[in-house]
T-cell receptor, first 114, second 114 residues
Framework: DGGITQSPKYLFRKEGQNVTLSCEQN?????MYWYRQDPGQGLRLIYY???????QKGDIAEGYSVSREKKESFPLTVTSAQKNPTAFYLC?????????????FGPGTRLTVL | AQTVTQSQPEMSVQEAETVTLSCTYD???????LFWYKQPPSRQMILVIR??????QNATENRFSVNFQKAAKSFSLKISDSQLGDTAMYFC???????????FGKGTSLLVTP
């Protein structure tokens, strides 16, 4: 089955720790995205990548980092610099060719800081 | 700034009735694309319908249709013959050919009651 997988589904972090959220897609999509969802806030863009080895900051990139070494993978690291990391994180991917193309979303990771 | 406003945080409709969810947006771009995504309790984001800004004809997908008013920058979603499975959070979003990421509204929580 083609799709996007995110792991883990639930993640707990102690303050001061870095954690990495996994996102893998087998749709052969060029572009990948990370969004953060908070109650009442909708989805906000953290980082995006349109091609391997290249990525751009979104609206709320502070305290996060990403890499795009392979087309299928776009991991997100939540660093200790992120002061309020508890949220639901969604990864998405999209075929190249224009903004019309649908973004497909993974099932999400719920991160909780203890 | 590019913004999306959904003025109805919560709505309720009875099964088989029709409901309209409102969305307004602001962008200086001339070429853009509009989307409605659905997020049921499973939290999986699903594309409901999309519209190209340069097309005047309103998009329709089965029971879902939009009313696109470009001059007013309005993009409402109409759900006909509402079903219990339509209960979800609905997000309005738009994308431009600058980066292709989605700009989301804060969402409308729709409850369909028997």
């Amino acid at each position: 089955d083609g799709g996007i997988t995110q792991s883990p589904k639930y993640l707990f972090r102690k303050e001061g720790q870095n954690v990495t959220l996994s996102c893998e897609q087998n749709l052969n999509h060029d572009a990948m995205y990370w969004y953060r969802q908070d109650p009442g806030q909708g989805l906000r863009l953290i980082y995006y990548s349109q091609i391997v080895n290249d990525f751009q900051k979104g609206d709320i990139a502070e305290g996060y980092s990403v890499s795009r070494e392979k087309k299928e993978s776009f991991p997100l690291t939540v660093t200790s610099a992120q002061k309020n990391p508890t949220a639901f994180y969604l990864c998405a991917s999209r075929m190249g060719g224009g903004a019309w193309n649908e973004q497909f979303f993974g099932p999400g990771t719920r991160l909780t800081v203890l | 700034a590019q913004t999306v406003t959904q003025s109805q945080p919560e709505m309720s409709v009875q099964e088989a009735e029709t409901v309209t969810l409102s969305c307004t947006y602001d962008t200086s771009e001339n070429n853009y694309y509009l989307f409605w995504y659905k997020q049921p309790p499973s939290r999986q984001m699903i594309l409901v319908i999309r519209q190209e800004a340069y097309k005047q004809q309103n998009a329709t997908e089965n029971r879902f249709s939009v009313n696109f008013q470009k001059a007013a920058k309005s993009f409402s979603l109409k759900i006909s013959d509402s079903q219990l499975g339509d209960t979800a959070m609905y997000f309005c979003a738009f994308s431009t050919n600058s980066g292709y990421a989605l700009n989301f509204g804060k969402g409308t929580s729709l409850l369909v009651t028997p």
